[in-house]
């Protein structure tokens, strides 16, 4: 293995490295492997992925003229995944140099002049006075002792003039969240929007704590705190989320920021804060948990309610945040749907009621939280004060409704619109927790009597509460749906096509070209989507997804946003006459972006899509488009993997014509998808009217 200068291991990088630092695919990489006998042998990894020195690919990449310098955010990056101590420590020693460079930036340049291994050696102790003031002890940050950092020296100046372009807190921000990227499963995230809700429905607190804190996300919601309290089973994700935590406060030796104390370890079985009467818990807890400590902590004081069956681990969450409340403090927990109704939590969940401990259960859309595919709750408890009468109604809200009617049908992540959902909920909210008591909104929001909750099933699940929103349309709102569909059918017939002439037989061998062919003709232009992203801050991209496509609907994915520091990366973006085709599946479709669709004009181009754009010298789109779904054409161009149908857009044949023949049978195209999209309209005013004649009728709004 190649050595650095400090004596350690040099830095490596992956071939999905390699292009990320070259801007280009993988592809790319494997074709210079390929053509260029000078290119640098792997020095690591295995044969299916290698792994090649660092310094040798710059140095090739710059010879090469494919790179003007590296970028510097990138080189860190790189340090970090190449470290020989593993990216863990490697963060872990960066966080601490950064914080460093933050509390003490008079200290850093004189420390920085001297040699690598005199650096190591200076180190430690400043770190140690630092970390003591910032964390405390105990802490779940170790101070790395001077041998340990003799490997990490070239990345701690790195990243000390990674700060100085941007912040030591953008930094940080930006490596931990490269980490978290590469990997997913290993972490469980909650979002930003859900952590900033559940800050917002806790209210101002100066303590906040979170037993389950993980990366920090809902510690990081809570502006304005003083104190930051948290836990996590994982030592190393709790050292990585305390020195986030640190650097997130303000720069300066008099204004840090709120305390910070995140220490490791098994919050139910060795709570690391049994004094603590904070103001404020969030908490995103593991769910469906067995294995919580049921069996030894059968006598512990924090069940109050109720002592949890095995499979209720949620609830001794919930028992476990009361528990660490002041009296009148708020507690957020989110929550699986099945908590709320499960016969094993009844008792815990009638006290909780009887008590006034539990005083909201919210029902959010499937995709707002990992994981994604169920819709999840939250709950808000207040911890009950001492001689206080408890509330006599519990509020209960479904933002369900105001996601589908906002983002369109369908579930998922990239259908939410989250400021919706956040406005519903506080709009409940907030009337109820200062009068007690809120106005019903059929489908949305009802405070209910606790009395009629304490039935034999104690089910707090919202939706089987409120009254479903056809209640308050009624048979007038069924009335506009069936006059729409009047129209829409009316509109069918007049766009449906005429009969169809007969040539005689199929036409004679017509002269063909193929995509690939105009392509390099300059006839059109050809791009692949599923790359870009925003600046962050910026305002949302719309994506148009391969689904979206596929049901001829508006956009419904977002760009994500680049890390801090990080420059956007271009996307394809849509033009009026570009024509869209989806290449997974097997399907015959193809869509001309339409100059009057302002939704899906600029927005930008999904995975699994490819863009068309033609010459309007030379191709009429709908023309193309139209070829480009016939049956045969895409059998031809389609080739077949185990588990899915892939298509070849630049094998798609259409026949020479010329423009005013093209535009002959462009019309034509034009008119068919204008009756396809009719028909489509028709379609769902006639679900939609049935299946509000069903409700209308089994609800007493409309009468037989």
């Not at 290993?186 to 607190?205: D, E, F, K, V, W």
Request: proline share 10%.
């Amino acid at each position: 293995m190649p050595e650095s200068a400090a004596g350690g291991t040099a830095a490596e990088v992956t071939a999905a490295g390699i292009a990320r630092l070259a801007g280009v695919g993988r592809a790319a990489v494997s074709n210079w492997r390929r053509r260029h006998a000078d290119f640098p042998k792997p020095v690591g990894g295995t044969e299916t992925s290698p792994s090649f020195d660092l310094a040798d690919v710059e140095e090739w990449l710059r010879a090469q003229g494919k790179l003007a310098e590296v970028p510097l955010r990138e080189r860190v990056w790189q340090q970090i995944a190449a470290h020989p101590a593993g990216p863990v420590t490697a963060l872990v020693h960066a966080g601490c140099a950064l914080l460093l460079v933050r509390d003490r930036a008079g200290a850093w340049p004189a420390l920085a002049a001297a040699p690598d291994e005199r650096l190591a050696d200076l180190l430690p102790v400043p770190l140690e006075e630092t970390l003591t003031e910032r964390l405390g002890v105990p802490r779940s940050v170790r101070t790395p002792a001077a041998h340990e950092l003799v490997p990490s020296v070239p990345l701690l100046r790195a990243a000390a003039e990674l700060a100085a372009e941007t912040s030591p807190a953008d930094a940080f921000e930006f490596l931990l969240g490269r980490h978290l990227d590469a990997n997913p499963r290993q972490y469980t995230l909650t979002p930003p929007g859900p952590a900033a809700l559940m800050a917002a429905l806790a209210g101002p607190a100066a303590r906040v704590l979170d037993p389950a804190c993980g990366t920090g996300a809902l510690l990081r919601a809570a502006t304005g705190a003083t104190a930051l309290y948290g836990q996590d089973a994982d030592r190393d994700l709790a050292g990585l989320t305390s020195l986030r935590l640190a650097l997130a406060g303000d720069a300066g030796r008099t204004a840090k920021g709120p305390t910070v104390g995140v220490l490791p370890g098994d919050t139910l079985r060795a709570d690391a804060f049994p004094a603590l009467a904070a103001d404020a818990v969030v908490c995103h807890p593991p769910f469906n948990e067995r294995n919580w400590g049921h069996d030894e902590l059968a006598y512990d004081p924090r069940w109050e309610y109720g002592f949890p069956a095995r499979t209720e681990s949620e609830l001794a969450w919930v028992q476990h945040a009361l528990a660490r409340l002041r009296p009148g403090g708020t507690a957020v927990l989110l929550m699986p749907p099945a908590a709320a109704s499960r016969r094993s939590g009844r008792r815990i969940r009638a006290d909780l009621l009887r008590r006034g401990a539990l005083r909201a259960v919210v029902a959010l859309p499937a995709g707002a939280a990992p994981p994604y595919g169920i819709p999840l709750h939250l709950w808000v408890l207040r911890r009950p004060v001492p001689g206080e009468r408890p509330p006599a109604e519990l509020l209960l809200v479904d933002t369900a409704t105001e996601t589908s009617a906002a983002a369109g049908t369908g579930t998922g992540r990239d259908r939410l619109d989250w400021p919706a959902v956040e406005t519903a909920v506080l709009d409940a909210w907030r009337p109820f927790d200062r009068d007690g008591t809120l106005a019903e909104t059929p489908g949305e929001s009802r405070s209910v009597p606790v009395i009629e909750l304490l039935d034999d099933d104690v089910d707090l699940a919202p939706a089987r509460h409120l009254p479903p929103p056809a209640a308050a349309e009624g048979a007038a709102q069924l009335d506009g749906v069936r006059d729409r569909l009047t129209a829409a059918l009316r509109r069918t017939m007049e766009l449906a096509p005429p009969p169809a002439a007969d040539t005689g037989g199929p036409a004679g061998r017509r002269p063909v070209t193929t995509v690939g062919e105009l392509a390099r003709a300059g006839a059109l232009t050809l791009r692949a989507g599923g790359t870009g992203t925003t600046a962050a801050g910026a305002a949302p991209v719309p994506v148009l997804t391969d689904t979206d496509v596929l049901a001829a609907q508006p956009p419904s994915g977002t760009l994500p946003e680049a890390a801090p520091g990080e420059p956007a990366e271009e996307a394809a973006l849509l033009a009026a006459g570009d024509v869209v085709v989806p290449v997974l599946g097997g399907g015959s479709v193809a869509r001309v972006v339409d100059a009057a669709d302002h939704h899906t004009v600029g927005a930008a181009l999904g995975r699994n899509v490819h863009l068309l754009r033609p010459d309007p010298a030379a191709l009429d789109p709908w023309f193309l488009a139209g070829f480009l779904r016939a049956t045969a054409n895409n059998r031809q161009a389609s080739s077949y993997a185990s588990t899915a149908t892939r298509l070849d857009v630049r094998r798609l044949q259409l026949p020479r014509l010329p423009l005013a023949e093209q535009r002959r049978y462009g019309d034509r195209f034009r008119a068919l998808a204008e009756f396809e999209e009719a028909l489509r309209l028709a379609g769902r005013l006639g679900e939609q009217l049935v299946q509000g004649m069903y409700d209308g009728l089994a609800d007493g709004t409309v009468a037989p």
